[in-house]
């Protein structure tokens, strides 16, 4: 079994774990319910976090102007909380900034915690929702401090595609904190090696720089490679894997294997390719046919590939509400 660096990811307090919602409720989650024992959570509520009783009144986002500043209020008073919520959330933030967090899982649609698609209104009231919408206050501080943060919202997390990639990046980027503990060229270019075929997924383009970057040609300082290193992989990891870069990264790890393969094998394989190229079977398909060649000729070099477990198997769930926003 494979070892991984546990990461730490911030969580909306309200979802699995207290009753701090509005209306004194909590969210149940089955897939944070699995997550708790592989991520390290931290947890806040940032409306309990400044002094907000539970049970309380319902709070909005209101626009004062055309602009995205908006104001966190109390929809029937229109009490102004903003200076408070930032000033929680300025503190908060900063105080977590050196704390190695990895990502953040945060309730959608709340006026704090959502990261998109909150309703905005014009005033408190009886106001209708304005035709735009927008970030929780809190949420929208978190780019400030963590210009790379991976960001969901348990509402998106139902989506297939949007989980692994969430699950890829955390994991990935948990993983990476070791070399740049380590600061040795050995630990990135072993750290390059493993991910190689997992970033080709993402984007050759930057896979090509990594590369350079890890043969350092220029003699850098390794700071200073480790840290251009990070823009990269950030950037490569932001990219979803698409159906054509998938294909193209398979057919290099095909290579390793067609001059041993019958020719009914290797048929049978582009086949499958193409039935994943129709979306007619999913990418586990090819990429597990892939991987039992990798046992049967016992290839230790792609043994060690992340993109055959980019985290722990035991976090894959198949159910997908095709949810996107
Ligand atoms: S959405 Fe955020 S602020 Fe609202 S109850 Fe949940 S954790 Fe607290």
Same mark, same amino acid.
């Given at each position: 079994m494979k070892d991984f660096t546990t990461p730490n990811i911030i969580l909306?307090? $309200?979802? +699995?774990?207290? #009753? $701090?919602?509005? #209306?004194g409720s909590k969210i149940n989650n089955d897939f944070i319910k699995t997550l708790k024992s592989h991520v390290n959570f931290v947890t806040v509520c940032p409306e309990t976090s400044i002094g907000l009783s539970t049970p309380r009144d319902a709070l909005r986002l209101v626009s004062k @102007? @055309?602009? +995205? #500043?908006f104001n966190l209020v109390f929809s029937k008073t229109g009490d102004d909380l903003t200076d408070k919520m930032h000033s929680f959330s300025n503190i908060f933030l900063k105080d977590i900034s050196d704390k190695g967090i990895d990502g953040f899982i945060l309730k959608s649609r709340s006026p704090s915690c959502g990261i998109k698609n909150v309703k905005v209104y014009k005033s408190h009231g009886k106001s209708p929702a304005l035709p735009k919408r927008g970030s929780g206050l809190f949420a929208s501080k978190i780019y400030e401090y963590f210009p790379d943060a991976v960001i969901e919202d348990e509402g998106r997390l139902t989506n297939f595609d949007i989980r692994e990639h969430f699950l890829t990046k955390i994991y990935t980027k948990s993983d990476f904190k070791n070399v740049k503990k380590d600061k040795s060229i050995k630990s990135l270019i072993d750290f390059q090696s493993k991910n190689k075929y997992l970033l080709m997924s993402h984007s050759p383009g930057y896979l090509k720089k990594m590369g350079k970057l890890t043969a350092n040609t220029e003699s850098k300082d390794i700071s200073d490679i480790i840290s251009d290193y990070e823009i990269y992989l950030n950037k490569a990891l932001s990219i979803p894997s698409k159906p054509n870069r998938n294909i193209n990264m398979l057919l290099h790890l095909f290579g390793y294997f067609s001059k041993h393969l019958s020719f009914s094998e290797k048929a049978f394989f582009l086949e499958t390719l193409e039935k994943y190229n129709n979306k007619k079977i999913p990418f586990c398909v090819p990429l597990t046919m892939i991987n039992s060649w990798v046992m049967r000729f016992e290839n230790e070099y792609l043994h060690n590939q992340t993109i055959f477990e980019p985290f722990p198997s035991e976090l894959i769930q198949t159910r997908d509400s095709g949810k996107t926003i």
């Open positions: 909306s307090k $309200c979802i +699995e774990h207290d #009753n $701090c919602r509005y #209306n @102007d @055309d602009k +995205e #500043n």
